[in-house]
């Protein structure tokens, strides 16, 4: 409670409130709320509660937190140095892009709690240096993000190795079918809390639209002319595709901007680099894929802009989840063209809310599908004569040689073809000398 109030919380969130007693009477937790709400202490401080007493054997791990990107799996191990500075635990952060060799020392050790990527923490199980025996407790966080980058199979592989009688809590903002069939499978009588309505926004968000040119050149204009009305003091903009996040970094740092990218194609160091400087306050504009789209805490963030549309619509919900937290106000921008009309109505449906627009709205929705698609050519009339494609004339050719079985199946006089017709090899046609 000292390190939770040296940190400056005062009152619980809902999801913290209503998910913390269950946990510490050792019940599985089945926890949905927005992303901002506070679901890492809402873990966090019954581990280190419940594992207050006893020591981690070497190899031998008390308990197990799972995550899917390794730069939320950093954030969670911060946090837990913060809530658990007054505890004696050990923490063993296992992603890739670090050396094996490291990892190893800390889980020779003895670690109390294991924070790890699924992938990295069966690359330690499958070389013998990690046994998932001792796990009395179990989280799986951002647990649909789990589901949409295909982890779902080492999560069943991971349950299975952990003992029968742990605890299990799942955490999520979002609860496909998916999830839904592994929570029936792996958690027990689970108590379920939902802090808010499962792919809500937070209300403190103000969202808007704005209609843009599909022409690169002329998006980036628009983007920019977007950025210069704000008063941002950090943003993250977001774009679907790898290649599109270097391409506006590079633009926008030509334009002056203090602009760094992050992406899954960069290296661990790079990428902590990157969002070290941006919490730091040492660049203003984070131009990322959606690899930043889930779980990081950056407090100040004060508008998010969806450069491109995402093409799943929970992926919007915790685009712009990364503004407006804590109680915050934030602004998210999204910027839309006439492809992205499909894209905008499934997010509509699933916030169940009409987002505005941030200029005069275009004349109608249709509009966007026409624009979208080329328009088609009028029939021509009737009596009008069909115009050629081209005015140059065809150059003359002689007329190919048709030498398809079928096509002499008789010669020119209509007479059945007899032996091997036209298609006599050349050898066969040499003059041979009479004996």
Same mark, same amino acid.
């Given at each position: 409670?000292?390190s $939770?109030?040296?940190?400056?919380?005062?009152? +619980?969130?809902?999801i *913290?409130?209503?998910?913390?007693?269950?946990?510490l009477?050792?019940?599985?937790v089945?926890?949905?709320? *927005?992303t901002g709400?506070?679901?890492?202490?809402?873990f966090?401080?019954p581990?280190l509660?419940?594992l207050?007493?006893?020591?981690?054997?070497?190899?031998?791990?008390?308990? =197990?937190i799972?995550?899917?990107?390794?730069?939320l799996?950093?954030?969670?191990a911060?946090?837990?140095?913060?809530?658990?500075?007054?505890?004696?635990?050990?923490?063993?952060?296992?992603?890739?892009?670090v050396?094996?060799?490291?990892q190893?020392?800390?889980?020779?050790?003895?670690?109390d709690?294991v924070?790890a990527?699924?992938?990295?923490?069966?690359?330690?199980f499958?070389?013998?240096?990690l046994?998932?025996?001792?796990i009395?407790?179990?989280?799986?966080?951002?647990?649909?993000?789990? =589901?949409?980058?295909?982890?779902?199979?080492?999560?069943?592989?991971?349950?299975?190795?952990t003992?029968?009688?742990r605890?299990t809590?799942?955490?999520?903002a979002t609860? +496909?079918?998916?999830?839904s069939?592994i929570?029936?499978?792996f958690?027990h009588?689970?108590v379920?809390i939902?802090a808010?309505? +499962?792919s809500?926004?937070?209300?403190t968000i103000e969202?808007?639209?704005?209609? $843009?040119?599909?022409? @690169?050149a002329?998006?980036?204009a628009?983007?920019?002319?977007l950025?210069d009305?704000?008063?941002?003091?950090?943003?993250i903009?977001?774009?679907n595709?790898?290649?599109?996040?270097?391409?506006?970094?590079? /633009?926008?740092?030509?334009?002056?901007?203090?602009?760094?990218?992050?992406?899954?194609d960069?290296? *661990?160091?790079?990428?902590m680099?990157? =969002?070290?400087a941006f919490r730091?306050n040492?660049?203003?504009?984070l131009v990322?894929?959606?690899v930043?789209a889930?779980?990081?805490?950056i407090?100040?963030?004060?508008h998010v802009f969806?450069?491109?549309?995402?093409?799943?619509?929970e992926?919007?919900?915790?685009?712009?989840g990364?503004?407006g937290?804590?109680?915050?106000?934030?602004?998210?921008?999204?910027?839309?063209?006439?492809?992205d009309?499909?894209?905008?109505?499934a997010?509509e449906?699933l916030?169940?809310?009409s987002? +505005?627009w941030?200029?005069?709205?275009?004349a109608?929705?249709?509009?966007?599908?026409?624009?979208a698609? @080329?328009?088609?050519?009028?029939p021509?009339?009737a009596?009008?004569?069909r *115009?050629?494609? /081209? /005015?140059r004339?065809?150059?003359?050719r002689p007329?190919a040689?048709r030498?398809r079985?079928?096509?002499s199946a008789?010669?020119? /006089?209509g007479?059945?073809?007899t032996?091997?017709?036209?298609?006599?090899p050349?050898?066969?046609?040499?003059?041979a000398?009479?004996?």
């Amino acid at each position: 409670m000292a390190s $939770v109030a040296e940190a400056g919380y005062e009152n +619980p969130t809902e999801i *913290q409130k209503h998910g913390i007693p269950p946990a510490l009477a050792g019940r599985d937790v089945l926890g949905l709320a *927005q992303t901002g709400t506070g679901k890492t202490a809402a873990f966090a401080l019954p581990i280190l509660t419940r594992l207050e007493k006893g020591r981690a054997r070497a190899r031998m791990p008390r308990s =197990l937190i799972l995550e899917p990107t390794r730069e939320l799996a950093a954030q969670v191990a911060d946090a837990l140095r913060i809530y658990g500075k007054n505890h004696k635990l050990n923490m063993a952060l296992l992603i890739g892009g670090v050396s094996f060799g490291d990892q190893d020392r800390i889980l020779d050790r003895g670690a109390d709690i294991v924070i790890a990527t699924p992938g990295r923490l069966l690359d330690h199980f499958e070389r013998g240096k990690l046994m998932l025996s001792a796990i009395e407790m179990m989280i799986v966080d951002e647990a649909d993000r789990m =589901l949409d980058m295909g982890f779902i199979p080492d999560i069943e592989r991971i349950f299975k190795l952990t003992p029968f009688t742990r605890q299990t809590l799942f955490f999520s903002a979002t609860m +496909p079918a998916e999830i839904s069939r592994i929570t029936n499978t792996f958690l027990h009588n689970p108590v379920k809390i939902e802090a808010s309505k +499962p792919s809500s926004t937070a209300a403190t968000i103000e969202q808007k639209l704005l209609s $843009v040119s599909n022409k @690169p050149a002329e998006k980036r204009a628009a983007f920019r002319k977007l950025v210069d009305t704000q008063e941002v003091s950090n943003a993250i903009v977001f774009c679907n595709r790898k290649r599109d996040v270097g391409v506006l970094e590079r /633009s926008m740092r030509k334009h002056g901007y203090k602009v760094v990218c992050l992406h899954g194609d960069m290296d *661990q160091s790079a990428r902590m680099a990157a =969002l070290a400087a941006f919490r730091d306050n040492e660049i203003t504009y984070l131009v990322a894929s959606d690899v930043a789209a889930r779980g990081l805490d950056i407090p100040s963030v004060s508008h998010v802009f969806n450069y491109d549309v995402p093409s799943h619509a929970e992926d919007y919900v915790h685009r712009i989840g990364r503004t407006g937290r804590a109680g915050r106000k934030g602004h998210a921008f999204s910027l839309v063209m006439p492809a992205d009309k499909k894209y905008l109505g499934a997010i509509e449906k699933l916030i169940g809310q009409s987002i +505005p627009w941030a200029e005069k709205e275009p004349a109608s929705k249709a509009k966007l599908v026409s624009e979208a698609k @080329p328009a088609e050519k009028a029939p021509a009339a009737a009596d009008e004569p069909r *115009q050629k494609r /081209s /005015s140059r004339p065809k150059p003359s050719r002689p007329p190919a040689k048709r030498d398809r079985a079928g096509d002499s199946a008789r010669n020119n /006089s209509g007479k059945p073809v007899t032996g091997l017709g036209d298609h006599v090899p050349a050898f066969l046609l040499r003059s041979a000398r009479e004996t």
